[in-house]
Nanobody, 115 residues
Framework: QVQLVESGGGLVQTGGSLRLSCTAS????????IHWYRQAPGKERELVAR???????YYADFVRGRFTISRDNAKNTVYLQMNSLKSEDTAVYYC?????????WGQGTQVTVSS
């Protein structure tokens, strides 16, 4: 099992930026993939971005070109840099780890984009 702690959420105006952090309890090099998901009120949880320990990166179409996922292996942390934020990006953002076939989730961090 992997424990995940997210941070960095908050309130930002349309067009602004935030950087979310997801710190894992073990080396992220040992984790197959780390994902960022989000869930807006009344909507299903959706995949935002993925970073694998093999170097593969994936972005959902609705964030491609605006969000960047990156890793700091020394800190066991994966970041989600979010630029050009829109009101529709408002959601709780969750970090997820796929480790040895098991899924672990963080507690989530709220991102609110106001116009």
């Amino acid at each position: 099992q992997v424990q995940l702690v997210e941070s960095g959420g908050g309130l930002v105006q349309t067009g602004g930026s935030l950087r979310l952090s997801c710190t894992a309890s073990r080396s992220i090099n040992s984790i197959n993939a780390i994902h960022w998901y989000r869930q807006a009120p009344g909507k299903e949880r959706e995949l935002v971005a993925r970073s694998t320990n093999g170097g593969t990166i994936y972005y959902a179409d609705f964030v491609r070109g605006r969000f960047t996922i990156s890793r700091d292996n020394a800190k066991n942390t994966v970041y989600l840099q979010m630029n050009s934020l829109k009101s529709e990006d408002t959601a709780v953002y969750y970090c997820n780890a796929d480790y040895l076939g098991r899924q672990s989730w963080g507690q989530g961090t709220q991102v609110t984009v106001s116009s």
